[in-house]
């Protein structure tokens, strides 16, 4: 399904396989994301499938590897510029792994999701099946995901909304994040609905 001419620019920063990005883009097609523009993608690595998954679609793919930008507004300026010139509104992080700061004229307009009840079990270094071992080894008896806006803090800003999940007895690291995973599938579309209504 094509976005109307009055659909929200958004684009997806991603490190990964690109599971959440083509979570976004089967929401779309089956009509459940109405007024949103996959306009770009910015991956940390050519190498990964999310570039596949997003020029599949048809989304204009850039691919900023950190390491070609020492300097941290170096690296800031080359996240966000195509951004800029792409008229994006609204940026998601969908498995993005880099820390990068957020430019002033991109404060509020930029999401993760995480896969962790925030403030639990976030931080730096915390990602993948770390976080949901964390959660194990803490015995906690309920886990989930959160969206949240970014700031320039690891897995910090305002909560947008949460899903949860019972964490089972016999859960490993694997079987839990592919529960919370899940929930991420609903919780992101959900999310970027309620942002991009907040924006208008």
Known sequence: MKPSCAATPVAVFLSGGGRSLQNLIDYQQQGQLDGIDFRLALSSSSKVRGVEVARKA?????????SAYPDPDDYTEAMFA?????????????????????PQDYSGKVI?????????????????????????????????CTVHYVDNDY?????????????NTDDTAESLAARVFELECKALPEALLKCVTALK
Not at 58 to 66: A, F, L, M, S
């Open 112 to 144: 993760n999701i995480h896969p962790s009840l925030l403030p639990s079990f976030g931080g730096a270094g915390m990602y993948g099946n770390r976080v949901h071992q964390a959660a194990l080894d803490r015995g906690v008896q309920f886990s989930g």
């Open 82 to 102: 195509p951004c800029r010139l792409n008229d994006i509104e609204l940026v998601v992080m969908a498995g993005f792994l880099k820390h990068v700061r957020i």
């Open 58 to 66: 048809g989304i204009e793919t850039n691919v900023v590897p950190k």
């Open 155 to 167: 897995d910090n800003g305002p909560i947008i909304l949460q899903h949860c999940c019972k964490v």
